[in-house]
């Protein structure tokens, strides 16, 4: 009787970190109170991407529903208000306080007292330009193009990066929001993470893996560089991550065109896609 009664309290466990996983990256509203560590939460990291990116691609396709000419542009638009809106600008806002850390060359402390800053820089307010810049080039081409699929898996392993970082890095500061995620990371969560996003990365065939090999490269290039810079990793540094590794994914994606299709799933091997 003890083994059922297990059995279902791993299994409430388990949602109660998705749970906290979709409280955490993202503005969807969700009844009830979450009480579970919060480090639960990190292998549902890409499970929180495949919901966002979900989202986003329903929008695209209920946009190309309405009754006036095809405007990929105003798609794209809509699609990078609703990735605004639907994380918070959480990830921005780590990204905008990363840049600004560009500005101090030499003192890792006074880096980390940058970004912990609340005010906004010139270096934060260019990246942020920037990024958004980039979003609605590439989503206006993956909307123009028919490949809109393909922000799937750049949303899953963005996210799933972020528990890469979390589990491989030391927190950088002596206590802080993301402290919690990355002191109590384990390997297994970094397992879990990486197993999900391979089953998912297998489903859009060779490209789908060379995603998930692109991701694992970038967040060991980020992660030196951010153990070098700041002495290891913080909130702010995660979400950074989470829209460095996004935006190149997408672009990725966007520069074949619908070429890319020709290379969705394992069909196009024998010539029958």
Not at 62 to 79: C, K, N, R, T, Y
Not at 133 to 144: E, H, I
Not at 196 to 208: A, D, E, K, M, Q
Request: glycine letters at 8%.
């Amino acid at each position: 009787m003890k083994r059922p009664v297990s059995n279902l309290l791993n299994r409430l466990l388990m949602m109660k970190g998705f749970t906290a996983a979709l409280r955490t990256l993202t503005s969807l509203p969700l009844p009830g109170d979450d009480h579970s560590p919060l480090s639960a939460s990190l292998p549902w990291f890409p499970l929180v991407g495949l919901v966002l990116g979900s989202i986003i691609f329903t929008l695209n396709a209920l946009w190309s529903l309405l009754p006036f000419i095809p405007w990929s542009q105003g798609a794209a638009l809509v699609m990078v208000v609703a990735d605004v809106y639907l994380t918070r600008a959480f990830h921005l806002d780590g990204l905008a306080d990363w840049a600004d850390s560009f500005g101090e060359l030499a003192d890792i402390q006074k880096r980390l007292a940058i970004m912990k800053d609340t005010s906004l820089g010139a270096f934060g307010v260019v990246a942020l330009i920037l990024m958004l810049t980039a979003k609605w080039v590439v989503f206006d081409r993956l909307c123009f193009s028919g490949t809109v699929i393909w922000i799937l898996p750049a949303f899953v392993l963005s996210r799933a990066m972020m528990v890469e970082l979390a589990v491989s890095l030391p927190y950088a500061r002596k206590e802080g929001t993301g402290e919690v995620f990355v002191t109590e990371a384990s390997f297994t969560h970094r397992r879990l993470s990486r197993l999900s996003c391979l089953i998912f990365c297998v489903l859009y065939g060779p490209v789908g893996l060379i995603l998930f090999i692109v991701a694992l490269i970038i967040a060991q290039i980020y992660g030196s560089r951010a153990k070098k810079r700041f002495g290891g990793i913080t909130g702010d540094l995660l979400g950074a991550a989470n829209e460095l590794t996004g935006i190149i994914l997408l672009i990725i994606c966007a520069l074949p065109g619908k070429n890319i299709l020709d290379y969705t799933g394992w069909f196009w091997i024998s010539g029958q896609f």
